[in-house]
Each structure stands twice: as C-alpha cells, then as structure tokens.
C-alpha cells in the first residue's frame, strides 16, 4: 500500500498491526465478498457488517417497505429475486473487444471477421440476457413510477 496512510497503526482495541496486513497484495479475492467469515460470524463484505447498518430514519422507512430488510441484498434474498448469473457479459465484452481488433486488422476479412464474432456472441447467450437485462430496465422504470405515485 502507498500513500500517507501506509504506515498507519491500526489500535489495540481494534486488533492491532497495520492497514496494510488486511490489503490483499495480490489484487485477488479468495473469498465471495458476501460469503460468512466463521470468525466473525458476518460477512466479509464491509458493507454488510452490523456495525456499518445504516439507522437513519429513511433507512427505517426503506427498510419498512422491503419486507424488514437490512440492505439490498438482503432484501434480494428475502423477495427471491437474487441469483447468480453466468458471465455471459464479461464474456461477450471479450468476444467483442477480441473481434473488433481482428477486424479492423484483418485485411479484405472485416465482414467476415465481424459475422463470426456475431454468431460466437450469439451463442454466448446475448440476446436472452439483452432481453432479461431490457426487462430489468422497464420494471425499474415502472417501479420508480410507483414509488413517485406513493409519495404524492
């Protein structure tokens, strides 16, 4: 870690050592963010842990409207709209990026290049997760419009 706060102490009270033993210095997560530490019983993901909850009176209101729920994923979880998703996008980002260079450096093969890339992403899956995706987006439209209409 650089910066001024490299060779800061974390205190006693708090466990000790220094900000820099809990930075991975590979760049490279071993766990799910979302995964239980057993240590801890709470997730490793900061955002979710008790002490970092939000208790203000929006929250409590937010919370109240999402079945009790303490953050997203949690209410995620509890309307059982959570679910894991197959890298179809980062995979077809490759495809794209990968193709577009190719094409542009393939000489007298553009479309060709081009129309393989297109049947590759294809089959990766991309028009069900465009219409999931675009199905997404109208019920966040919809339901932002629901929300405005409960607050009148």
Known sequence: MTGDHANLKVSAKLGGSS???????????????????????????????KSNQDETELFKDWSAHMENATNDIDYLQKAGKLSIAAATRSSVKSE???ASWQAI????????????ARTKIDNLGYKEVLKVDQQNAKDLIQARKDIVKQAK
């Not at 210095?25 to 490793?44: C, H, M, R, W």
């Not at 450096?105 to 393989?116: S, Y």
């Open 19 to 49: 900000y820099d033993d809990g930075y991975s210095k590979l760049n490279f997560k071993a766990v799910s963010q979302n995964d239980i530490d057993p240590n801890t019983g709470e997730a490793y993901n900061p955002l979710l842990w």
């Open 96 to 98: 794209t990026v990968n």
């Open 105 to 116: 450096t393939a000489a007298g093969k553009f479309e060709k290049t081009l129309d393989e």
